[in-house]
């Protein structure tokens, strides 16, 4: 790939960073300038949805904003999962729970992920979604492994109940006219790995893509994901679209899936916390992490995140901050000042000082 070629054409995308805030557009999408002569990254089609390419940002809670989701759109991501969404609240006429899955800056393509137990309402909740417009694909969440999720007998919980989850599946797709994928787990326990007959169940009930986290519900996020358990995934699901998720961190991790499981797709959550620039990397572009470019990336996210939710956007910008310090030397006294600063421009000042010392 030509270094030179991919290093204007960074530049030319990465000039938003001197401009205010504004509504994401293709124009300010980093692209895979050969995408047709990389194996790994490639355009893909999810039901009658094209995604740009293969990468994906995951759904995260308190983390995948639409500010963030915006963020790693414009730096390469084929396509962004909202936060995990109540089905229940949604069909409540919740304010803050539809709220947070339509930021107006969203970048497409898009989906919003649900979660739920009951058949009906996870239907009722996508068919709102859907006619509100606002999003190409619906995710059925059964992978959650936190309490909350799981008490209610969704997220992971469903993964012992293949009956149960299958109706989910089919409800909802009858319910809306945009493809429905599902995202699950390994399995509830090491001792109860049942993530290909689960792979069967949600294909046989019309999912149009799957996402498989390599860790079972018991592991939570510990340990190593476990890619062993995802190969012949493919072979089960031919036709359909399976992204591989779980400890993807660089070029290398994506060239050993593919090499293991045989993946269409790759998505991406804890990888890019601190690093959204990852996919921007993932697409074979040179990106050189100077100092400069990181403070712009870091102050533009936090504008868009004050954009998106006011002066609340300061303390809910910490989950990023420590990324973003990670593996950098004197980080202490700024990570303490910064955890207790609340002035956005007292924030942006701070960084500003910080990567000034590394010119």
């Not at 270094?3 to 895979?32: H, Y």
């Not at 094209?50 to 809670?61: D, G, I, Q, S, T």
């Not at 969440?141 to 993964?159: D, F, H, Q, T």
């Not at 973003?324 to 004197?330: Q, T």
Request: net charge positive; with cysteine; charged share 25%.
């Amino acid at each position: 790939m030509d270094n030179k070629a991919n290093s204007s054409d960074l530049n030319k995308v990465l000039s938003w960073l001197d401009k205010p805030s504004s509504k994401f557009s293709e124009e300010n999408r980093i692209r895979n300038l050969n995408i047709s002569e990389n194996r790994l990254i490639h355009e893909l089609k999810i039901g009658n949805v094209k995604l740009p390419n293969n990468l994906v940002l995951a759904p995260m809670a308190g983390v995948t904003d639409g500010s963030f989701r915006l963020l790693c759109s414009r730096l390469g991501a084929g396509y962004s999962v909202s936060e995990l969404a109540s089905a229940k609240a949604i069909t409540m006429k919740s304010r803050q729970t539809i709220d947070m899955v339509r930021f107006q800056a969203q970048s497409r393509p898009y989906a919003v992920q649900i979660f739920g137990s009951d058949p009906s309402v996870m239907a009722e909740a996508a068919s709102i979604i859907d006619n509100l417009n606002i999003c190409d694909i619906i995710d059925i969440n059964m992978g959650c492994p936190v309490s909350k999720v799981v008490k209610i007998g969704a997220g992971s919980a469903l993964m012992n109940d293949p009956k149960l989850a299958s109706e989910i599946i089919k409800k909802v797709s009858a319910a809306v006219k945009v493809p429905v994928t599902v995202k699950y787990r390994l399995g509830w326990t090491e001792n109860s790995i049942n993530v290909k007959d689960f792979t069967k169940t949600v294909l046989d009930a019309g999912a149009q893509a799957i996402t498989i986290h390599g860790r079972t519900r018991e592991a939570m996020y510990t340990g190593k994901a476990q890619w062993n358990h995802l190969e012949g995934i493919k072979e089960i699901c031919k036709t359909v679209p399976f992204f591989a998720n779980g400890d993807i961190t660089s070029v290398e991790d994506i060239k050993l899936l593919r090499e293991r499981t045989n993946c269409d797709g790759f998505m991406i959550g804890r990888g890019c916390i601190g690093k959204p620039w990852l996919y921007t990397e993932l697409l074979g572009h040179v990106f050189y992490e100077s100092p400069e470019v990181r403070y712009k990336i870091i102050k533009h996210h936090l504008l868009d995140m004050l954009m998106e939710h006011g002066p609340a956007g300061v303390p809910l910008f910490r989950v990023h901050l420590f990324g973003y310090l990670k593996n950098h030397p004197n980080a202490a006294k700024v990570r303490h000042e910064l955890c207790t600063e609340r002035s956005p421009h007292e924030v942006i000042k701070i960084f500003k000082l910080f990567f000034a010392q590394y010119n």
